[in-house]
T-cell receptor
Framework: AQKITQTQPGMFVQEKEAVTLDCTYDTSDQSYGLFWYKQPSSGEMIFLIYQGSYDEQNATEGRYSLNFQKARKSANLVISASQLGDSAMYFCAMRDKEDAGNMLTFGGGTRLMVKP | DAGITQSPRYKITETGRQVTLMCHQTWSHSYMFWYRQDLGHGLRLIYYSAAADITDKGEVPDGYVVSRSKTENFPLTLESATRSQTSVYFC??????????????FGNGTRLTVT
């Protein structure tokens, strides 16, 4: 089974509206971390937000928030008040095994397009 | 400037040739990683390194070789390039050993085309 699944290959959102990008994950570990990255057309990978499996509150970073539903194994990214500069690929990623190399496993990504 | 630098940014090579992608970081991060990005696959881990002289395979290591003689450098070599290795390659590093919340910091990528 895929460890990280992003079911929306592409999405449109109207400027100034909120948008939710879906991410589901699969792990048997109790302790894990979830990350979201943004990749604009220029290609760099930009870290946006982190959620720990034991964090009691949903993570927020400015206009980004993470809707973490542990029982459903979902970690959806919510972008409020979309801006044209939010048009990019967005990747969900997970780190689960503490001693297994510190790497992240990535989903296939969602391309977000913000309409003016 | 501090950070993680990949070179070259773009590379075209022929099938069967050896090519090395360079990665240099100035943070003295313990962990370093090589990922490849292909349409529909997201980023897949090729190799990673926990420290100098310690490397291990990731998800898609076949056809690649890495070394890490110094903490700051982590070159990736394609010993005999194939067309299936046409991809964008990202090097990344991680600041804190084993900490769950430490993000990966990525270089700007190398776009490799194998003809």
């Amino acid at each position: 089974a895929q460890k990280i699944t992003q079911t929306q290959p592409g999405m449109f959102v109207q400027e100034k509206e909120a948008v939710t990008l879906d991410c589901t994950y699969d792990t048997s570990d109790q302790s894990y971390g979830l990350f979201w990255y943004k990749q604009p057309s220029s290609g760099e990978m930009i870290f946006l937000i982190y959620q720990g499996s034991y964090d009691e509150q949903n993570a927020t970073e400015g206009r980004y928030s993470l809707n973490f539903q542990k029982a459903r194994k979902s970690a959806n990214l919510v972008i409020s008040a979309s801006q044209l500069g939010d048009s990019a690929m967005y990747f969900c990623a997970m780190r689960d095994k503490e001693d297994a190399g510190n790497m992240l496993t990535f989903g296939g990504g969602t391309r977000l397009m913000v309409k003016p | 400037d501090a950070g993680i630098t990949q070179s070259p940014r773009y590379k075209i090579t022929e099938t069967g040739r050896q090519v090395t992608l360079m990665c240099h970081q100035t943070w003295s991060h313990s962990y370093m990683f090589w990922y490849r990005q292909d349409l529909g696959h997201g980023l897949r881990l090729i190799y990673y390194s926990a420290a100098a002289d310690i490397t291990d395979k990731g998800e898609v290591p076949d056809g690649y070789v890495v070394s890490r003689s110094k903490t700051e450098n982590f070159p990736l070599t394609l010993e005999s390039a194939t067309r299936s290795q046409t991809s964008v390659y990202f090097c990344a590093s991680s600041v804190v050993l084993g900490r769950k919340n430490s993000p990966l910091h990525f270089g700007n990528g190398t776009r490799l085309t194998v003809t």
